[in-house]
């Protein structure tokens, strides 16, 4: 199981270093240096984040992305969701159904403690918060 996808890594990698570039219109060409990832790749997630009011698009020759919101207003918990679905450790599998012993299970009852843990950490990372990470 993974918890951070390799989508959702680069999302984050990209806003950290536009936000670090004092939010200004920055090109697919240079994040895809910076970032030294496949552009269609890159560009698809910019475009993801785009369609999803996290980015600002710009046409043109100048053309590039900046933050639609602020540093602070970006949490890891919406980039996950958008990237992966919503945030599940566990998904009661069996054999590619639905458990029958879902209701019962004392498994269960314990990981989704777990995800309730995990999530109300993950809610508390935001986009500022790991910038200011970066500092330190």
Do not use: W
Request: proline fraction near 3%; include cysteine; charged fraction near 30%.
């Amino acid at each position: 199981m993974k918890l951070i996808t390799r989508d959702t890594d680069y999302s984050i990698r990209a806003l950290i270093y536009i936000a670090q570039n004092n939010n200004r219109i920055t090109s697919i060409t240079e994040l895809v240096k910076k970032l030294d990832t496949p552009r269609p790749f890159l560009r698809k997630i910019l475009q993801i984040l785009s369609n999803n009011n996290i980015l600002e698009s710009y046409k043109g020759k100048n053309g590039g992305f900046k933050l639609a919101k602020k540093p602070e207003e970006i949490y890891l918990l919406d980039l996950i969701e958008i990237f992966q679905g919503k945030f599940k450790i566990n998904e009661c599998l069996f054999k590619k159904k639905i458990c029958p012993d879902q209701a019962n299970c004392r498994l269960k009852y314990k990981l989704d403690e777990i995800e309730k843990l995990v999530e109300h950490k993950i809610k508390e990372i935001n986009l500022q918060s790991l910038l200011a990470a970066d500092k330190q």
